[in-house]
């Protein structure tokens, strides 16, 4: 064993490499190496690195050596132990060993461990170290908080009297959610006080007491105030209608924690998917897989078909079913169907406006486009700026609407012979006309032979001269 070194020569005794071998068997070997050995800094050094213990039987010189023990905590915090005491309590010793291990405040000296200051200081770069603060300091509500703020696993370290003071709780909560479940039973059962928690950090709804997840009450408060409260009520309220309506109103993805019952039921979800088409993505499997229900849904939302089955969404006569329930369902079609043109014009003869959601190369397509416009004249507004300028195009989407001359190109609306053949089936013409155009007394006037009416589409100042 490493006592062997006691018994040899005083040559071996001497030997670095052999009195290294014998500390590291057993660390009261150093008693028996040569002194000038147990003087040695870097022999010293180098048996703390294998037994911390070892300062113990180093030199007192070295015991006591500021700069020395220093370097050595930096490495071997706890070798803090076997320092000279009055090195244990020099705050810029420990709060360097505290810094390489928060457990090296244990052998800091008792003025240290319990100068409030000190270990406030301790705390904000080491926030662990609350764990081997003084008593006193760890029911100290800023010093937990400081501890706290620099790392989060301290708040188990705070004194237990802290966890039946509500304010400091709640000032917990606000910083992270799971000091919730630190607080004393009173709290954690007190309906009021859990909703003070939840509102200052959601994430407070993990910790909620089971009491309460079963309080409809609390619950129904928890909701209101934040809809993901659902998740943590208890099964049976997951499945309370009312109370999951309340939710889904609120938030949509509310529908995700409520009972498999209510997320199958088509009367439910469809009144959720009216307010927000996402919540078909938190319907049952069946729902989302049921052609009728979701074509319902997609009349309701179009963005619906965006949640519907993987099998719905690859089955292009579904596609085409949920296109002519609504053409805006393009802007949510699969991408490998988005480039199918009797699909494209399927859904444009449904709904024009839905151009706006097909790609550059659609709406530069004069078919397309002329679809469009039959259906919508103001889907004249998505084609492309080369049809805007279209006469026979433009024409066709005023005969639709009047108003869409407002998107046809600026030479169509400067046309005098088109706009005066506009103005004939509609006085608007004359409002979206070019701005000379309505300004230029002979032409207004002309306009006004073609259609009394269109007088009032005029510049100001021509009807006021009227």
């Given amino acids: 064993g490493g006592l062997a070194i006691e018994h040899a020569a005083v040559p071996l005794r001497a030997d670095r490499e052999v009195a290294l071998a014998a500390t590291k068997q057993n660390v009261k ?68 060993a505290v810094m390489q291990d928060s457990a090296a405040l244990l052998y800091a000296a008792d003025e240290l461990r319990e100068d409030r200051e000190f270990i406030l200081s301790v705390v904000r770069r080491q926030g662990m170290a609350l764990q081997f603060a003084d008593e006193d300091l760890q029911s100290d509500p ?22 039946s003071d509500s304010r400091f709780i709640l000032s917990m909560v606000q910083r992270q959610g799971l000091a919730l479940q630190y607080a004393a039973e009173h709290l954690r059962l007190d309906p009021q006080f859990v909703l003070s928690a939840i509102q200052r950090n959601s994430r407070a709804l993990m910790y909620v007491a089971e009491e309460l997840r079963s309080n409809r009450a609390f619950v129904k408060a928890a909701v209101l105030q934040n809809s993901q409260a659902l998740m943590y009520a208890s099964e049976e309220l997951r499945a309370d209608r009312p109370l999951v309506l309340l939710a889904v109103q609120h938030n949509c993805n509310a529908l995700r924690y409520a009972a498999e019952a209510i997320r199958g039921d088509r009367d439910f979800v469809l009144t959720a998917i009216k307010q927000d088409a996402t919540a078909l ?23 619906a078909l965006e949640f519907a089955s993987k099998e719905l969404r690859q089955d292009r006569d579904f596609v085409v079913a949920a296109l002519r329930t609504t053409g805006h369902a393009l802007a949510h079609i699969p991408d490998d169907l988005k480039g199918d043109r009797d699909l494209v014009l399927e859904a444009i003869r449904a709904d024009g406006a839905a151009l706006r959601h097909l790609p550059a190369e659609f709406r530069r397509d004069r078919e397309v486009v002329r ?19 279209d006469q026979e195009l433009v024409a066709t989407a005023m005969r639709q609407n009047p108003n869409a001359l407002q998107f046809a190109s600026a030479e169509m609306q400067s046309d005098q012979e088109f706009v005066l053949q506009a103005i004939e089936h509609s006085t608007r013409a004359l409002l979206y006309a070019n701005r000379g155009l309505r300004a230029d ?18 510049s100001g100042k021509l009807r006021a001269d009227a």
Avoid: P, T
């Fill in 29 to 96: 070997a150093l008693l028996h190496v040569a002194h000038e050995l147990r003087a040695d800094r870097s022999f010293v050094r180098a048996a703390v690195m294998r037994r911390r213990r070892a300062l113990e039987y180093a030199s007192k010189a070295l015991q006591k050596d500021r700069v020395f023990v220093r370097s050595l905590v930096q490495e071997k915090a706890r070798a803090l132990e076997y320092a000279d005491e009055e090195l244990q309590a020099d705050a810029e010793i420990v709060l360097a």
């Fill in 142 to 163: 800023e010093v937990v908080l400081a501890a706290v703020e620099q790392n989060r696993g301290a708040l188990m370290y705070a004194a237990e009297e802290l966890w």
């Fill in 281 to 303: 993505e938190h319907a049952a499997d069946e729902l989302r897989s049921d052609r009728e229900f979701v074509l319902l849904a997609i009349g309701s939302a179009a963005r």
């Fill in 371 to 389: 679809a469009a416009v039959d259906q919508n004249g103001l889907a004249l507004a998505s084609a492309a700026a080369e049809l805007r300028g």
């Fill in 441 to 458: 007394r002979e032409f207004v006037m002309a306009a006004v032979r073609r259609n009394s009416q269109a007088l009032m589409y005029a």
